[in-house]
């Protein structure tokens, strides 16, 4: 296992854990949130292909239109 | 501009902040800000801008008043159920402070009219309630270079971010394009807690006013976002995307 952060919280994942495992982990639909990995946004394209090293801030951040 | 001595007496408690002065003073009352929604986000945000002395408000919503928006929209009365959101508005803003000059704006912001609303603005404060309007928002704020304080809701969760075109990330650099229709639901689909939109739509009041001013570190870059259930704020980093679609480089 390795430890990555996910919206501050500190996450044990197995290692090759993707952005699309991370997201269906938390149950959420790719299509609802935007995803940074180290401060950068990751392109949807990238959530399989990017795999997750020990260390990592993740932040998952939901999409909203409620004003 | 002089302030005139009931100016001095009705701002006396900003004034009397350092950052703020009777410099400060003016500077707010010579901004011209538009506010896009008068919903939950909009109500708080048209108040403390109105009350603060911020000299012209631009207000644009297309809707009427609803029973259902009264737990959050807290400008309107049960009275005001039907009637035009932008006249009541109008009408308690200048009872507020009728040095403000409010520009009512009754229409739903599209394509054609959306750079002509922004014209005469200094900054845009997003209080829209649905992603298409978001969208020509920020797009039309990164192409005519205008500062955006973003802000949205959900349920019982909020975020605030403010878009300095090509300096910082904006909401396209963020949320590229909008999800497919019908997977993220809507307040009136899945609910809101009323007092969130207070907490959300003030510091969108508190960031403008800070940007007007000039004073502090404005959340350019940066996201807030607050979960009401945990009482927490969370802050995250936005880069801007080189690869995005209005203001990639």
């Known amino acids: 296992m390795i430890k990555i952060k996910v919206n501050g919280e500190e996450w044990q994942v197995e290692p090759e854990t993707n952005i699309a495992n991370l997201l269906s982990r938390k149950n959420l639909s790719p299509h609802i949130c935007a995803v940074e990995v180290n401060r950068q946004i990751i392109a949807k394209e990238q959530y399989v292909a990017l795999v997750l090293q020990a260390g990592d801030e993740v932040e998952i951040i939901r999409f909203m239109a409620g004003g | 501009m002089v302030l ?26 010579a901004a011209k800000v538009l ?10 945000v048209v108040l403390y801008l109105a009350g603060g002395g911020v000299g012209t408000l631009g207000v644009v919503d297309s809707d009427l008043v609803e029973l259902s928006n009264l737990p959050r929209q807290i400008i309107y009365t049960t009275d005001d159920v039907g009637k035009d959101k932008v006249a009541v508005v109008s009408a308690q803003i200048n009872k507020l402070n009728p040095e403000v000059k409010v520009v009512p704006r009754k229409l739903r912001l599209s394509s054609d009219s959306v750079k002509e609303v922004l014209k005469s603005y200094d900054l845009v404060v997003d209080c829209s309630d649905n992603f298409p309007t978001r969208y020509l928002l920020n797009d039309a704020c990164v192409e005519a270079k205008k500062t955006l ?19 910082s990330a904006c909401y396209r650099c963020l949320f590229p394009a909008a999800p497919p229709p019908g997977l993220v639901p809507s307040c009136q689909e899945v609910g809101v807690l009323g007092a969130l939109a207070g907490v959300i739509g003030l510091l969108q009041a508190t960031e403008t006013l800070k940007l007007i001013l000039g004073i502090g570190e404005p959340l350019i870059g940066k996201l807030i976002i607050f979960n009401a259930l945990e009482m927490n704020f969370r802050r995250v980093d936005v880069s801007r995307n080189i690869k995005c679609p209005v203001c990639g480089y």
């Open chain 2, 35 to 44: 506010i896009v929604g008068l919903g939950g986000l909009g109500c708080p």
């Open chain 2, 4 to 29: 005139n001595k009931e100016q001095l007496e009705r701002y006396s408690r900003q004034i009397i902040l350092p950052e703020v002065g009777v410099a400060g003073q003016e500077k707010l009352l």
């Open chain 2, 149 to 167: 304080v973003y802000g949205a809701l959900f349920q019982f969760e909020g975020q605030v971010m403010v878009v300095s075109p090509s300096k």
